[in-house]
């Protein structure tokens, strides 16, 4: 799922590396063309963009947001550091990465996912505590710890209520 510096799509060629490395080995305007005012992200002499994005962004919405802008440099050619489209739409699901780290034989814990408030019957023979959290979130964006029932109804039902997505719990 992961690579250093994601490749562009079948098909697509990038600008000859030698350029783009040289272009950060020398320094900012060293190796660009005379009279060249853009950045070494650009499109020199053969129309595609050179360089490199350092990719530490996030998309504006939806479940696969993360991916958004990997999409885009991919289509553009631009080369990237850090996951690719598919890793990360896959990732910030934690429910399908639990599946996934489970089929591989790493132990995670069991996990419930609830839709509605009135599911919490759900994680009945899980025990306390528990972690709550949204299921399409990062960086513990609406993470919980509960110690009841109560809690728990309530943790699930915020996360449902304020971003508008299931609550893992396990």
Request: proline share 9%.
């Amino acid at each position: 799922f992961f690579s250093p510096v994601s490749r562009p799509p079948f098909g697509l060629k990038r600008s000859p590396r030698p350029k783009n490395i040289s272009a950060f080995r020398s320094g900012p305007k060293a190796s660009w063309p005379a009279g060249t005012r853009s950045s070494p992200i650009s499109t020199w002499s053969t129309g595609l963009p050179t360089g490199l994005v350092f990719n530490m962004s996030y998309g504006s919405q939806g479940e696969a947001r993360y991916s958004q802008v990997p999409i885009l440099l991919e289509m553009a050619g631009v080369p990237y550091t850090g996951s690719g489209p598919r890793s990360h739409a896959v990732c910030l699901d934690k429910a399908l990465t639990k599946l996934l780290i489970r089929e591989a034989g790493i132990a995670t814990p069991d996990f419930r996912l609830i839709g509605r408030p009135e599911e919490v019957e759900k994680a009945d023979g899980m025990s306390f505590p528990l972690v709550v959290k949204p299921r399409f979130e990062s960086t513990s964006y609406g993470l919980a710890f509960v110690e009841t029932r109560a809690e728990l109804a309530a943790a699930a039902g915020r996360i449902i209520a304020e971003y508008h997505q299931d609550a893992l719990v396990e």
